[in-house]
């Protein structure tokens, strides 16, 4: 019995046992006691998660893959979630509990399961995973950097990141057109921010929107007063910014009345 990889759900499983080794091996595994995987598919990952320390759980929206799981791995008896990682609440399914998040993500919401762990990152103390490498490139690039954005900032205002190493298309099956990346973000000690959190993403995301444009002018809709303008900051582009610049920044933008 095998799993026939599914193109609606993104999914491309992993053949290579040595980089599914690896991909696990990824998580330090200190703080936290869980550990979710997403996507297991036909369990390449799982079986290695299986032989750590902590408690594995997977989610999985494929009801034929969640049949495998359940046929092949007796140790997932009670730990496998049918349903859809996005939709559900986490934060009641582990009690408040700490957790961390690994997985092959299906590329087609691999950027959502980024944002939903930023929301979730009171509970997810470490996050390792292989995206489609210019995803995992974009979360761990800094400032300066063409691919620099939305992603970057909010990820690393939070975590540290790293990029730990390029997958082939060649171990997949299917293969995908791309090459994959394998990254990690490890929680900040202090990431409570000092400042607004709302306003700090909605300025990041309002300044690149327009990327190529100077703050001046990207935060427009913002309707920031004459005075605060004058400040040299917003004669950059958003790229141009660290993540400490985007949270001084929204320091400013909050005194200034938004």
Not at 96 to 109: L, M, S, V
Not at 161 to 179: G, I, Q, S
Request: aromatic residues 12%; glycine residues 4%; hydrophobic residues 40%.
């Amino acid at each position: 019995m095998s799993v026939k990889a599914k193109k609606h759900l993104g999914q491309h499983f992993l053949t290579d046992e040595g980089i599914a080794k690896q991909i696990a091996d990824s998580l330090v595994g200190s703080n936290y006691k869980k550990v979710l995987e997403i996507g297991p598919g036909m369990g390449v990952l799982t079986k290695y998660l299986l032989e750590k320390p902590y408690e594995t759980f997977v989610v999985e929206i494929d009801t034929e893959s969640v049949a495998y799981l359940q046929a092949h791995y007796l140790k997932l008896a009670n730990n496998i979630f049918s349903l859809d990682f996005l939709r559900h609440d986490w934060q009641t399914a582990f009690k408040d509990e700490q957790f961390a998040i690994i997985g092959n993500f299906p590329y087609n919401i691999s950027t959502q399961i980024v944002f939903k762990t930023l929301e979730l990152r009171q509970f997810i103390p470490e996050f390792s995973g292989m995206f489609q490498k210019e995803v995992a490139e974009r979360i761990c690039s800094k400032k300066g950097s063409k691919v620099y954005g939305i992603l970057s900032v909010l990820a690393q205002a939070f975590y540290d990141v790293e990029y730990l190493f390029t997958v082939p298309p060649t171990v997949f099956n299917p293969p995908p057109k791309v090459d994959s990346g394998v990254m990690r973000m490890t929680r900040k000690e202090n990431y409570e921010l000092p400042c607004d959190e709302k306003l700090l993403f909605k300025v990041v995301k309002t300044a690149f929107q327009q990327r190529r444009k100077t703050l001046r002018n990207s935060l427009k809709s913002l309707n920031l007063s004459d005075k605060l303008q004058e400040d040299t900051i917003f004669a950059q582009r958003p790229e141009q910014l660290s993540v400490e610049e985007f949270i001084s920044l929204t320091q400013k933008i909050a005194a200034d009345g938004i």
